[in-house]
Each structure stands twice: as structure tokens, then as C-alpha cells.
């Protein structure tokens, strides 16, 4: 079976650095990945997907991600943090033939002015 | 339109009440999904349907029931709950609930069972 790594638990960044979250999976094939983020007491909101092609993917709010199959990860980045980047973010897997998605335990991320 | 909407934001209920929460989507997706998520946890899966069929049911207690009445619509029938059961309820739908397809998340329902 599929499994998601987020090895940290907790990052605190100062407004205006830069961001890198890790996501490491498991898995016999190349997976579809994910990367969520979730307000306090919102939902999730997609920032930004990989399926194939271009292992550098562009997302939402500013973010991107590598795929590198070598080491089986999907970093999430952001050059210049904001405040409103507080938040808590997921890296999910979903694999051929099958609808489900596999999250990782989450990051939160607390931005210092 | 990417949107999910989930009714009611919040709720408050007895273990012996019954209450249900709505999740509706035009999307023209076919596929809609219930999540569980407890406070600083990754959501976990309860429900899928598929075209308005129950597809996994992903041995959820009976106190939780289910319900697709068209396309657009998901319920969830809420019964004699613990206070466990305490959590954010999120809905999700994706276009045919297919291999890696994007879920798109509602705003959730935050329950409190007292």
C-alpha cells in the first residue's frame, strides 16, 4: 500500500523568507501527488498537483513543487513567505485504479512577522 | 467554479438528537466523498459514491448514514453520536471518482457532540 511522509511536524519561518516543506511517498509507480493547505478551521484547498510531464509544478498563491523520483519526494516552495501562509499543509498520493487519496500527517506552518 | 459548500458550519447535538449535514456541489462531478478530520490530524475517508451509488463504505459505524439523492447533493444522517465523534466533517467530489483524480474540499462542518 501507498504511504505519505511529511517529516515535519512543525516549521516556524519569518515573513518574507523562504519556505520548503518535505513530502516523501511510497510507492511501486509513479503516484499522483497533492499538495493542500488548510486555514484554521477551513477546508482543504488544492495548491497544486503532479500527474506527469514537467517535474516542476506551478501552483496557486506562489507555491511550487519537484517531483524527483529518485528520492520518491514532492517538496513543496515558496521563495518569500506571507503572513497568510499560516496554515497547516498536506501532501496526499492517489495511485492507478483507485479513487483514494493517502495524507500525509501535515506540517504546520507558523509565520513570524 | 471549484466549489464545494457544506451546511451547517456548525453544530451542536445531544447524543440522542438526529441531524443530518448537507454537502452540494455543481461541478458536474459524479463522484462525492465524506471525510472525517479530528484537530491536527490528516482527514480520514468514510464514504464514497460514484454516479449516486455507495461505493466504500470504509467501516464507519452505523450511527452514520449516508445518502446521494441526485448528483449534486450528499448527506450525512447523524444518530445517537458519542462525543467522539466530535470532529470537522469535510465533503469532496471529484469528477468520475476515478485514479488520482483532484478532490475538491468543502469548508466542513464542525461538530460537537455533548
Known amino acids: 500500500a501507498q504511504s505519505v511522509t511529511q517529516p515535519d511536524i512543525h516549521i516556524t519561518v519569518s515573513e518574507g523568507a523562504s519556505l520548503e516543506l518535505r513530502c516523501n511517498y511510497s510507492?511501486?509507480?509513479?503516484?499522483?501527488l497533492f499538495w493542500y493547505v488548510q486555514s484554521p478551521g477551513q477546508g482543504l484547498q488544492l495548491l497544486l498537483k503532479y500527474f506527469s510531464g514537467d517535474t516542476l509544478v506551478q501552483g496557486i498563491k506562489g507555491f511550487e513543487a519537484e517531483f524527483k523520483r529518485s528520492q520518491s519526494s514532492f517538496n513543496l516552495r515558496k521563495p518569500s513567505v506571507h503572513w497568510s501562509d499560516a496554515a497547516e499543509y498536506f501532501c496526499a498520493v492517489g495511485v492507478i485504479n483507485d479513487y483514494k487519496l493517502s495524507f500525509g500527517a501535515g506540517t504546520t506552518v507558523t509565520v513570524r512577522a | 467554479d471549484t466549489e464545494v459548500t457544506q451546511t451547517p458550519k456548525h453544530l451542536v447535538m445531544g447524543m440522542t438528537n438526529k441531524k443530518s449535514l448537507k454537502c452540494e456541489q455543481h461541478m458536474g462531478h459524479r463522484a462525492m466523498y465524506w471525510y472525517k478530520q479530528k484537530a491536527k490530524k490528516p482527514p480520514e475517508l468514510m464514504f464514497v459514491y460514484s454516479y449516486e451509488k455507495l461505493s466504500i463504505n470504509e467501516s464507519v459505524p452505523s450511527r452514520f448514514s449516508p445518502e446521494c439523492p441526485n448528483s449534486s447533493l450528499l448527506n450525512l444522517h447523524l444518530h445517537a453520536l458519542q462525543p467522539e465523534d466530535s470532529a470537522l466533517y469535510l465533503c469532496a467530489s471529484s469528477q468520475y471518482g476515478g485514479q488520482g483524480e483532484t478532490q475538491y474540499f468543502g469548508p466542513g462542518t464542525r461538530l460537537l457532540v455533548l
Open positions: 510507492y511501486g509507480a509513479t503516484p499522483y
